[in-house]
Structures are given as structure tokens and as C-alpha cells.
T-cell receptor
């Protein structure tokens, strides 16, 4: 079964509104979660690293004031796209690393499709 | 600059054959190399991880090789099935700085297995 969930799976909003996406780790704690964005037929691009108890770390070129990240608990990280515009339309995916003892594995959420009109 | 390259053209093979996908990278010193499967509209699903000091890793019908001299990984699916049709992503996990690792993805190769 899924070990990382995302909500909502799909959202359509008007330009200028804000959209919140939740990422939850199920049955395990994640002090770190990662947020990616994927445009059609392109690679996943890391946007930021969400850290429980501290500020998120943003990749170069990602505006921290536009993409607000809050790691509210050991199982929940949220990404808020503020004042969304059509160019923000994309597939947003989160992941959480899980230590299986013999290796650390990244578990990805099912993704959230955002369409900004 | 750092780059990960996967063949952007789709790979079409017949059921039962072995599919081989290639991942080449430059300017990385990866700690691990990982392969993921991604179906349309879904998040990636982890398949295999191979460490820099490992040459080969197997899991059921999957085999991954890792050549740090050539800076290349090959991903094989033996006895391929139509259900194996998906996009396969390679990803390098590398050390950014102390205590922090990053995972960088290739753009993926679409595999289509014909019945």
C-alpha cells in the first residue's frame, strides 16, 4: 500500500489564488521531505527540502515567498503555491526518505496535478 | 555542469525480450544510483538502488549495473511483459554538503512492451 499520500490529487484554481498541497508519510516519521515539480515529458525537478522544526531549504531559482513550505509535524509537510499563475500549472510530487535498515529509500507521493486558469 | 542523460526516445520491444535502458551522467560523484518506474499521472515508484562500490544488483526480473569509470548505469528487464510498459527514471543521489544529500533525476525513458 501507499506509504506517502498527497492531497488533493488534482486542483483547478483561478489565477491569483493560493493553493495548499499536503504530503503525509503513513506509518513512519519523516524529519525531511522533498518537493518536486514535473512538467510534461520532463524530469522531476527538486524545488525544496522540507525540514521538520526548521526552515525549508530551497533550490536555486525557486522563490521561497511564492512556494511556502511548512513541515508541521513528523508526518506532514505542506506546500502552498501563493498567488498562482498559469505558468505554475504542473505536477507537484513530494517524497519522504525511509530508513529500511539496509538502505534508505525514497517514497514518493502520487502527485498533485495543478491547473491554474 | 552536472547532467544526467537518458534516451528520450521511447523503447519498443516485444514481449519476452530483454529491455535495456541506459543512464549516463557527467560531473557527479554519486553515492548511490537509483531506478524508478513512473506511470502516467503518478509519482515515481522505487525499484532498485546500487551503491558506488557495487557493480551489479538484481531483483527478480530486474538487473542494474553501475560503471563509475564510464559514468553509466544500465537497467535490464528480462522476460518483459506488457505490464512493464512505463517510464523509467534514473536518479543520482549525491552529497551536496555535510549531512545533506540530493537526488537528481534524469528525464526518463518510456518503455513500451508489445504483446
Amino acid at each position: 500500500g501507499a506509504v506517502v499520500s498527497q492531497h488533493p490529487s488534482r486542483v483547478i484554481c483561478k489565477s491569483g489564488t493560493s493553493v495548499k498541497i499536503e504530503c503525509r508519510s503513513l506509518d513512519f516519521q519523516a524529519t525531511t521531505m522533498f518537493w518536486y515539480r514535473q512538467f510534461p515529458k520532463q524530469s522531476l525537478m527538486l524545488m525544496a527540502t522540507s525540514n521538520e522544526g526548521s526552515k525549508a531549504t530551497y533550490e536555486q531559482g525557486v522563490e521561497k515567498d511564492k512556494f511556502l513550505i511548512n513541515h508541521a509535524s513528523l508526518t506532514l509537510s505542506t506546500l502552498t503555491v501563493t498567488s498562482a499563475h498559469p505558468e505554475d500549472s504542473s505536477f507537484y510530487i513530494c517524497s519522504a526518505p525511509r530508513d529500511l535498515g539496509y538502505q534508505e529509500t525514497q517514497y514518493f507521493g502520487p502527485g498533485t496535478r495543478l491547473l491554474v486558469l | 555542469s552536472q547532467k544526467i542523460e537518458q534516451n528520450s526516445e521511447a523503447l519498443n520491444i516485444q514481449e519476452g525480450k530483454t529491455a535495456t535502458l541506459t543512464c549516463n551522467y557527467t560531473n557527479y560523484s554519486p553515492a548511490y544510483l537509483q531506478w524508478y518506474r513512473q506511470d502516467p499521472g503518478r509519482g515515481p515508484v522505487f525499484l532498485l538502488l546500487i551503491r558506488e562500490n557495487e557493480k551489479e544488483k538484481r531483483k527478480e526480473r530486474l538487473k542494474v549495473t553501475f560503471d563509475t569509470t564510464l559514468k553509466q548505469s544500465l537497467f535490464h528487464i528480462t522476460a518483459s511483459q506488457p505490464a512493464d510498459s512505463a517510464t523509467y527514471l534514473c536518479a543520482l543521489e549525491w552529497i551536496v554538503d555535510t549531512g545533506r544529500r540530493a537526488l537528481t533525476f534524469g528525464s526518463g525513458t518510456r518503455l513500451q512492451v508489445q504483446p
